[in-house]
């Protein structure tokens, strides 16, 4: 089946891209496979960071020509998508303790380029980790193929649906022509009507990876696979954390188990780990000015708000606040604190979405437009906390108990087939 799946992409990318192009893909798969077979982590992240450092450096040669950009966008976001499957795959190698003659063979060769060249995510997204690709999960069996084709024509109604709101969306709401000609978004007199260009930016943007990520996970799912979840609406997300979290869970999972985690088991401080982890979350998304400065003010508002939560968990702080004013008192200060760190986390947004010039004006606009705007502002983002609060702890509550039982369910799984592999 895996090379089934790779013969799916082959021709697909010799059609896209030309011939000395698809090149550097199977350049990419025979070195990180060749990485796996050395089994050693620290060989995986020199040449992890290598072919970072060469497509950034591609990217910026290529950029100062016209010709043929667009073939060469279509082969970096190939490239990018793949290099986090590849380092996947060579990890999961390094912790299973793979024995090379286990590498040598064809089911494990399979294997591999199923999971790299799997056409639903190769250049489209989501991140599918290496033991969520080998996972078959029970309740596709269980319903069998009826049950597992009405579920997917399901989901790709559902996807055509979003598509087509955002295609009307774009046609007749020019956000992202005021995004890339910030001078028309001057011609926007009243404050609230820049606020909610920005607002817009970020929901055409989620709808963009609602339908670009909704199709990978369809197709995976149907495959038998557990893809991570779709991304969530930011119109959900009142903590920041929770964007990083639950708008790509597939890339979050990544810098986690890959980055973040190994570096504190390591005696590494969270923080140190936390600036490696966006260093590489700049050099993976492309080293320009609008990825900087996004990456920058998403990290310090990271930094703010686990600060903060450690202080409201302090017993100083519950016992002055919550003791002494009630509960319902403490939430509304909590709500008042984050809604402020709220605004600065979501202009952030638009420099990445945008440009450092629409996301520097509209920054201007909310924090320079006197007060009776931003006090305005503070008004309806604090009632934004409060519902996104109320509907989070409905909302989410069932799927953190079926991530946990998901995650039982990997190790079992994974465990048996490793046993399998060794009788």
């Known amino acids: 089946m895996g090379m089934v799946y790779a013969f799916v992409s082959v021709p697909s990318l010799l059609t896209i891209l030309p011939l000395k192009m698809a090149a550097f893909v199977l350049a990419m798969l025979i070195i990180f496979y060749l990485v796996a077979y050395i089994g050693n982590k620290k060989v995986v992240w020199i040449v992890t960071a290598l072919w970072v450092a060469m497509l950034n450096a591609l ?19 190939i490239l990018f998508w793949t290099l986090l499957r590849c380092c996947s795959f060579a990890h999961f190698c390094v912790d299973a303790h793979f024995k090379k003659e286990q590498l040598l063979k064809l089911d494990c060769l399979a294997h591999f380029l199923g999971y790299t060249l799997y056409f639903p995510t190769l250049a489209n997204g989501p991140f599918l980790d290496y033991k969520r690709y080998i996972v078959v999960l029970k309740e596709k069996n269980v319903n069998g193929l009826p049950g597992q084709l009405k579920s997917f024509a399901c989901e790709l109604v559902r996807i055509v649906f979003w598509w087509l709101v955002l295609e009307l969306g774009m046609r007749y709401l020019f956000v992202h022509y005021m995004a890339m000609v910030p001078e028309t978004a001057k011609l926007v007199k009243s404050p609230f009507g820049r606020h909610a260009v920005g607002y817009f930016l970020g929901q055409f943007f989620f709808m963009t990876y609602l339908v670009k990520y909704g199709l990978g996970i369809a197709f995976s799912r149907y495959d038998g696979m557990q893809p991570p979840s779709k991304p969530q609406c930011i119109g959900h997300v009142h903590y920041y954390s929770n964007m990083w979290k639950r708008f790509d869970q597939g890339l979050y999972e990544f810098l986690f188990d890959y980055i973040y985690h190994p570096l504190v088991n390591a005696n590494y401080s969270k923080f140190v780990s936390t600036v490696i982890t966006f260093t590489f979350v700049f050099m993976w998304h492309g080293c320009q000015t609008e990825v900087l400065i996004w990456t920058v003010m998403n990290f310090w508002c990271l930094i703010a708000e686990k600060l903060l939560k450690h202080l409201m968990r302090t017993p100083f702080y519950k016992r002055l606040i919550e003791k002494k004013l009630g509960l319902q008192i403490a939430q509304r200060i909590n709500a008042v604190i984050f809604s402020q760190l709220f605004i600065v986390a979501a202009f952030s947004n638009v420099f990445f979405i945008g440009s450092p010039e629409i996301g520097a004006f509209l920054m201007l606009n909310a924090y320079g437009a006197g007060f009776v705007n931003y006090f305005a502002l503070s008004f309806c ?7 996104s609060e109320l509907i989070s702890m409905q909302l989410w509550k069932p799927n953190n108990t079926f991530e946990i039982k998901s995650k039982i369910i990997y ?13």
């Open 411 to 423: 190790s079992f799984r994974i465990f048996h087939y490793f046993q399998k592999k060794k009788n």
């Open 59 to 77: 990217a910026i040669y290529i950029a100062n020509f016209s010709d043929g950009y667009d073939v060469f966008y279509t082969l970096s976001v």
């Open 381 to 387: 983002c604090y009632c934004f906390f409060q519902c």
